[in-house]
């Protein structure tokens, strides 16, 4: 059974920072692709970032590049997006997300998500 669990979800005032963690269970973590998305309320799901396999590739958002970094540790089977330079607009509820191998655009199995709210 596979497993995503997302943390590091808060309260933080614009121009902040927060780490969401996304763990993962019930597969090979290290063979596939992650990414993370957000939800606003009312809103369509957007793609936030991508991680390859390994790590050494990455993609973003245009909304969030520069300002966020993903990153995995494939030891921990845990991926990692480091939010910097929050701002209103990026208050939603973050998902973590498989990615199917050889698929750039499909995702298998999603997190709970996790709350992210940004005050101005």
């Known amino acids: 059974q596979v497993q995503l669990v997302e943390s590091g979800g808060g309260l933080v005032q614009a121009g902040g920072s927060l780490r969401l963690s996304c763990g993962v269970s019930?597969?090979?973590?290290?063979?596939?692709?992650m990414a993370w998305f957000r939800q606003a309320p009312g809103k369509e799901r957007e793609f936030v970032s991508r991680?390859?396999?390994?790590?050494?590739?990455?993609y973003y958002g245009d909304s969030v590049k520069d300002r966020f970094t993903i990153s995995r540790d494939n030891a921990k089977n845990t991926v990692y997006l480091q939010m910097d330079s929050l701002k209103p607009d990026d208050t939603a509820v973050y998902y973590c997300?498989?990615?199917?191998?050889?698929?750039?655009?499909?995702?298998?199995?999603w997190g709970q998500g996790t709350q992210v709210t940004v005050s101005s």
């Open positions: 019930g597969l090979t973590f290290s063979t596939y692709p």
């Open positions: 991680v390859s396999r390994s790590g050494g590739n990455t």
């Open positions: 997300a498989v990615g199917r191998l050889f698929s750039r655009d499909k995702y298998d199995y």
